[in-house]
């Protein structure tokens, strides 16, 4: 079983940093593949980044490349440094999982999702 639980998201000036944190609080033994996606207002939701269950892997989406990083705190919970934020990147940032790496992630699917925490970038 996976349950995903995020926290951190907020309002945050433009230019600012925010740090989103998702634990994965299931009864899985073994650490997996876990990210982010984002959906706008009127957009489908995209991926954002995604990490291998033993940290070494990482991907990114071309919009956040450079601003974001995706870090593995433990087994079980992942974080997302955002920086450099501007107004595209206000969003519902959803957590997701998957046992199938995370290129699986990367490609656009997840086996598991997190409720979402809304990030708003303001003026």
């Known amino acids: 079983q996976v349950q995903l639980v995020e926290s951190g998201g907020g309002l945050v000036q433009f230019g600012g940093s925010l740090r989103l944190s998702c634990t994965n609080s299931?009864?899985?033994?073994?650490?997996?593949?876990m990210g982010w996606f984002r959906q706008a207002p009127g957009k489908e939701r995209e991926f954002v980044a995604s990490?291998?269950?033993?940290?070494?892997?990482t991907y990114y989406a071309d919009s956040v490349k450079g601003r974001f990083t995706i870090s593995r705190d433990n087994a079980r919970t992942v974080s997302l440094q955002m920086n450099s934020l501007i107004f595209e990147d206000t969003a519902v940032y959803y957590c997701?999982?998957?046992?199938?790496?995370?290129?699986?992630?990367?490609?656009?699917?997840?086996?598991?999702w997190g409720q979402g925490t809304q990030v708003t970038v303001s003026s």
């Open positions: 299931g009864r899985t033994f073994y650490a997996i593949a």
């Open positions: 990490i291998g269950g033993s940290g070494m892997t």
């Open positions: 997701a999982a998957t046992e199938r790496g995370s290129n699986w992630l990367a490609r656009g699917q997840s086996d598991y």
